[in-house]
């Protein structure tokens, strides 16, 4: 996604609903990312294969998330795991 995240994702056909991670690794890694940048925040997604509209949204949903710039500094600034979430989900 660039700005240092990346969001993997896999469609299994034995979910029904999704299962996402949200991590800020300790050191970044090459993730091949669209702007070369290393990637230090992963948001893991397991998206149900058999309801591609709820695949879709969700994905979206988590892009968003790390397109938005007050979110992206709070995970990326985060003294907790509390703080962590508390970015992520709010909004």
């Known amino acids: 996604m660039g700005d240092g995240t990346a969001i993997p994702h896999a469609r299994l056909a ?8 949200v991590v800020r690794l300790r050191k970044a890694i090459d993730f091949e990312a669209i702007d070369g940048r290393p990637v230090s ?6 998206l149900p294969a058999g309801n591609a ?3 879709s ?17 709070g995970l ?4 907790s795991n ?3 979430h508390q970015a992520f989900v709010t909004r």
């Open 53 to 55: 509209t709820l695949a």
């Open 14 to 21: 034995a979910l029904r609903e999704p299962i996402g991670f």
């Open 41 to 46: 925040l992963v948001c893991l997604l397991l």
């Open 57 to 73: 949204e969700t994905l979206a949903k988590a892009s968003r998330r790390f397109r938005d710039p007050v979110a992206l500094k």
């Open 76 to 79: 990326q600034n985060a003294v």
């Open 82 to 84: 509390a703080a962590f």
